[in-house]
Every structure is written in C-alpha cells, then in structure tokens.
C-alpha cells in the first residue's frame, strides 16, 4: 500500500494532475482522469492506460482489490486527504478513488473491419457523448468516432458518463467529418444520418433490409442537429418514428433507439428482410 500521504494541493504532482482537469492540458499530456471505482477497475482491465492511481486512506479500504490490482502491475499508488481529492476529482461528491489515464485513440487509418460505427458531429454535450459511448457499446458498435466539431470525449463529465465504455471500444477523435464519411464508405459502411427531418423513418429503413448491412450513423447537435452540408456527404437521412405527442426524443435516446435497432436488424440477417 502507499506509504506516503499527500497533504497539500500546492505538491507539484498534485497541481499536475490537477491541470488535466483542462482539454489543452490532456491534450499536450496525452493523460486524462478517470474517477470512480467502475471507471478505474475498467481501465486497470485495459494494458498500460493507466499511469498512476490516487485514493484516500477510506477508499483504499473499501476498494482495495482495485489498489492491489493497480501495485500488482507497478502502477504508483497515491495516498491522499479528502481535501486534496475534493480538488483533483470533479464531482461534488468524490468516490476517493481516481486515475491518471494515458489516451486511448486510435488513428481514422488504424480501424479494423466495420459493422456498425456511431459518429458524433458537433456534439457538445459531453454527458450525452459520454452517454452515447455507453450505448455504442452496448449494442456492440465498432467503433464510435468524435470528429473535430464534437466534444472531447476525455472531459470529465464524458468518461464518468461511459460507465467505462471509453476503454472498451476503439475510439477515434478529431478526423473532419468528410475524412469520416470517406473512410467508412471505402470500408464498406452505408452512412445514414440520424434526423429529425429524414425522408423516410427508421421503421421504413429497417423494413427495406438497408440496416442488415455494414452502417455508420451520424449524430449531430442536441439542439439544431446536424447542418445540410454534412447530411449531403451521407446516403440519406432516417428519422427516429415518434408514435406518441412527444416532439422529440434527446440525442442519447435517439442514438440508442438508431444503434439497438441497426444491431437488432444485423443479427436477424438477411432472411428476416424476405
């Protein structure tokens, strides 16, 4: 276990990890945080990501198979007050227990074989991309692709937003989206775009066998959605069907509802269309 404790926010190790509270900062570290015990036992899963590890005295207690797992493999291990993790973690009621993460990114050129991929463009809200990562994987995407428009998915609010699916993916982050739509269609993906003024609904997309195959969709802003420029570099724009009054449905949900039924589509196979 640790033998040192640090007291004061001013050590300088402290002030560092502090600093990648900040995008420009992750950025020229190439390190992020990941708070909470589900976040750091998810890392810990994923080979060298993590780069060190900080805990108060209480949760090194409560959550030692994680610290022990953390020395097992020589990650450093921190011990800290509560006052210093209350100013290294980011929510109003600190776990006690974070990580100092290396970036885990893959290039645009690197992706494998593509099935189904989410690309978020000029998405903002990072718990919603945080949230979108999450379902991503649940429905067994590929890949989920930020591009230069969207939010950094190393903000806070966006890993703890995951539940750990930042490390469960490959993830690609800062490509334009006309790099994205060209990769993916020479990788055999059809690219739909999910908006609330398609010409045609997802039911009727699902019905006519087009989400059996290899699909990337593209999501855009929580508010205005996705501009025409980008909707044209797709093969089409698919609405989410609303059966009931309800205007809308949020980005997240929207997301889930366009991943889970393309997966749902790809699984039945092409019998199901006939």
């Known amino acids: ?29 190439r390190h ?12 810990l899963a994923s080979p060298d990501v993590v780069r060190e590890l900080y805990s108060t005295a209480e949760a090194m207690n409560r959550h030692a198979p994680l610290v022990q797992a953390a020395e097992a493999v020589g990650i450093p291990v921190h011990r800290v007050t509560l006052e210093v993790m209350g100013e290294l973690a980011q929510t109003v009621t600190p776990q006690g227990l974070l990580a100092v993460c290396s970036f885990v990114d893959v290039p645009l050129s690197e992706l494998g074989p593509i099935r189904l991929a989410a690309v978020l463009s000029h998405v903002r809200d990072p718990g919603n991309a945080g949230t979108v990562l999450r379902t991503a994987d649940a429905a067994g995407a590929d890949v989920v692709i930020f591009t230069d428009a969207s939010v950094d998915p190393y903000n806070g609010k966006c890993v703890r937003a995951s539940a750990g699916s930042l490390f469960h993916l490959p993830v690609v982050v800062g490509p334009r989206i006309d790099e994205v739509v060209r990769h993916l269609r020479e990788a055999g993906a059809a690219i739909l775009a999910a908006d609330g003024r398609g010409d045609r609904d997802l039911d009727a997309a699902a019905d006519s066998g087009d989400l059996g195959g290899p699909v ?33 449905l949020n980005l997240a949900t929207a997301a889930a509802v366009c991943l889970y039924t393309t997966a749902r589509e790809q699984r039945r196979g092409p019998a199901a269309s006939n």
């Open 1 to 29: 276990m640790a033998s040192h404790e640090f007291t004061s926010i001013r050590s300088p190790k402290i002030k560092g990890a502090r600093r990648l509270a900040k995008r420009a900062f992750r950025q020229r570290e």
């Open 32 to 43: 992020f945080l990941a708070e909470g015990p589900q976040a750091v036992r998810e890392a």
């Open 216 to 248: 990337a969709w593209v999501f855009g802003n929580e508010a205005w959605g996705l501009p025409e420029e980008t909707v044209a570099l797709t093969d089409g724009a698919v609405s989410v069907p609303i059966y009931g009054d309800a205007e809308s």
